[in-house]
């Protein structure tokens, strides 16, 4: 029920910025985790970070840690990934997730070993040195 559209990706010289938007369509946004994941070429899906449906709590990869900030905005049904400091390795393409909320430690949890249950169609972000 839940459709996710990404924008924003690019290319970016190392040590530069990027942010990343994700609009989710329906009424329901605000009930939701959302979160963001990557897949570089011949790598499997990783985790990047996860925001609680109010916002109030955040999760990162430790690779992205102190450099990337996730934040929604729930009146425009959209949330945010805010990408600094980027390096090469961080080239992949970025999809944006949506998950039933649960307990906070449940959803991050999840997410880090599952994914999530709504994905949208991602959005490439290239980073070159």
């Known amino acids: 029920q839940v459709q996710l559209v990404e924008s924003g990706g690019g290319s970016v010289q190392a040590g530069g910025s990027l942010r990343l938007s994700c609009t989710a369509s329906?009424?329901?946004?605000?009930?939701?985790?959302m979160g963001w994941f990557r897949q570089a070429q011949g790598k499997e899906r990783e985790f990047v970070a996860a925001?609680?449906?109010?916002?109030?709590?955040?999760d990162y990869a430790s690779s992205v840690k102190g450099r990337f900030i996730i934040s929604r905005d729930n009146a425009k049904n959209t949330v945010y990934l805010q990408m600094n400091s980027l390096k090469p390795e961080d080239t992949s393409v970025y999809y944006c997730?949506?998950?039933?909320?649960?307990?906070?430690?449940?959803?991050?949890?999840?997410?880090?070993?599952?994914?999530?249950?709504?994905w949208g169609k991602g959005t490439l972000v290239t980073v070159s040195s």
């Open positions: 925001i609680s449906w109010s916002g109030g709590s955040t």
């Open positions: 329906g009424r329901t946004f605000t009930n939701y985790a």
């Open positions: 997730a949506a998950d039933q909320s649960a307990a906070w430690d449940v959803v991050v949890e999840t997410a880090r070993k599952y994914g999530m249950h709504y």
